[in-house]
């Protein structure tokens, strides 16, 4: 049996007593039912299962769910300290509530938004996040998810003695330059680098609580990979974001109302589908950070 299927086999195998967890993919995601996620704010076995599941699958999924932004907010501080500062606005009186709206949010730049692990250009990235759907489209709209740990599992041993001790450099202004120079000054362009300045993180990380190998490049967010020439970063890049994105990696949630999710950020990529023209999209979504050791 190979390192990857010894691997889904492990993922698959964990049973729970408060929860009922399904396999999405062979590799990670499932659907959790039997539980309003709310309960676990002050249920503390619940939390606890719901945790385990969290580390063991990378992405959760959960349908018809009540969520207050209370409720919101609380449920993410067990998991972490709320990230009051993000791309999108919070919903006023609850700061880190961030109100994710289309087509009024990123209006006319979303098709833009690649794959990507959110706030890689900082020193901490997020840890993980809680996405609940208010309002979606008829169709379209849908999320898709990449596990890193499978991709990086399911390299050649060459390719992962080769990218072991590569640090890449992210920077937010990737794929946005373009954009971010036409619609900002000169004075708040320089405010932005200096807020955000490029970060430089190692290409393969150890995850810190489940120890798993994972990939942490995207096509949205990296840059470079440091001590190469352009030529040759440009060629490990491409092949990367190819690899790390392919099918088999890959798990899609169609959003509908009342639905969540639930993700690791360290070992996964995603990235919105928009191709629901100027239909109604309306989430709220709660980030929170822990310790970051690559």
Same mark, same amino acid.
């Given at each position: 049996?190979?390192?990857?299927?010894?691997?889904?086999?492990?993922?698959?195998?964990?049973?729970?007593?408060?929860?009922?967890?399904?396999?999405?993919?062979?590799?990670?995601?499932?659907?959790?039912?039997?539980?309003?996620?709310?309960?676990?704010?002050?249920?503390?076995?619940?939390?606890?299962?719901?945790?385990?599941?969290?580390?063991?699958?990378?992405?959760?999924?959960?349908?018809?769910?009540?969520?207050?932004?209370?409720?919101?907010?609380?449920?993410?501080?067990?998991?972490?300290?709320?990230?009051?500062?993000?791309?999108?606005?919070?919903?006023?009186?609850?700061?880190?509530?961030?109100?994710?709206?289309?087509?009024?949010?990123?209006?006319?730049?979303?098709?833009?938004?690649?794959?990507?692990?959110?706030?890689?250009?900082?020193?901490?990235?997020?840890?993980?996040?809680?996405?609940?759907?208010?309002?979606?489209?008829?169709?379209?709209?849908?999320?898709?998810?990449?596990?890193?740990?499978?991709?990086?599992?399911?390299?050649?041993?060459?390719? =992962?003695?080769?990218?072991?001790?590569?640090?890449?450099?992210?920077?937010?202004?990737?794929?946005?330059?373009?954009?971010?120079?036409?619609?900002?000054?000169?004075?708040?362009?320089?405010?932005?680098?200096?807020?955000?300045?490029?970060?430089?993180?190692?290409?393969?990380?150890?995850?810190?609580?489940?120890?798993?190998?994972?990939?942490?490049?995207?096509?949205?967010?990296?840059?470079?990979?440091?001590?190469?020439?352009?030529?040759?970063?440009?060629?490990?890049?491409?092949?990367?974001?190819?690899?790390?994105?392919?099918?088999?990696?890959?798990? =899609?949630?169609?959003?509908?109302? =009342?639905?969540?999710?639930?993700?690791?950020?360290?070992?996964?990529?995603?990235?919105?589908?928009?191709?629901?023209?100027?239909?109604?999209?309306?989430?709220?979504?709660?980030?929170?950070?822990?310790?970051?050791?690559?």
């Amino acid at each position: 049996m190979s390192e990857l299927a010894t691997a889904v086999a492990t993922v698959q195998a964990r049973d729970f007593k408060l929860i009922t967890a399904t396999p999405l993919t062979g590799s990670f995601a499932a659907l959790i039912d039997g539980i309003q996620v709310a309960d676990a704010i002050t249920d503390d076995e619940l939390f606890s299962e719901l945790r385990q599941a969290w580390l063991d699958y990378q992405l959760l999924f959960f349908r018809d769910q009540q969520l207050t932004p209370e409720q919101h907010l609380a449920l993410g501080a067990r998991f972490g300290e709320i990230q009051k500062q993000g791309y999108a606005p919070s919903l006023k009186g609850f700061e880190g509530v961030w109100v994710q709206e289309y087509p009024d949010l990123f209006d006319g730049l979303v098709s833009d938004i690649h794959w990507h692990a959110d706030s890689s250009f900082r020193a901490q990235p997020t840890r993980g996040s809680l996405l609940y759907a208010l309002d979606v489209p008829v169709a379209g709209g849908d999320t898709v998810w990449a596990d890193m740990c499978a991709a990086y599992e399911d390299l050649s041993p060459a390719w =992962r003695t080769f990218l072991d001790g590569l640090t890449a450099v992210h920077d937010n202004m990737t794929r946005n330059l373009k954009n971010s120079l036409e619609r900002l000054s000169a004075e708040e362009f320089a405010q932005v680098r200096k807020y955000l300045p490029p970060t430089e993180h190692p290409v393969v990380c150890t995850h810190p609580e489940t120890g798993r190998r994972f990939l942490f490049v995207s096509e949205f967010m990296t840059r470079e990979i440091i001590g190469m020439s352009e030529r040759e970063s440009r060629t490990v890049l491409e092949f990367l974001f190819a690899h790390q994105t392919r099918p088999e990696y890959q798990c =899609r949630l169609n959003w509908a109302p =009342r639905s969540l999710a639930l993700w690791d950020n360290f070992s996964t990529l995603h990235r919105g589908i928009f191709d629901f023209g100027r239909s109604h999209r309306l989430m709220h979504r709660v980030s929170f950070n822990t310790a970051w050791s690559a």
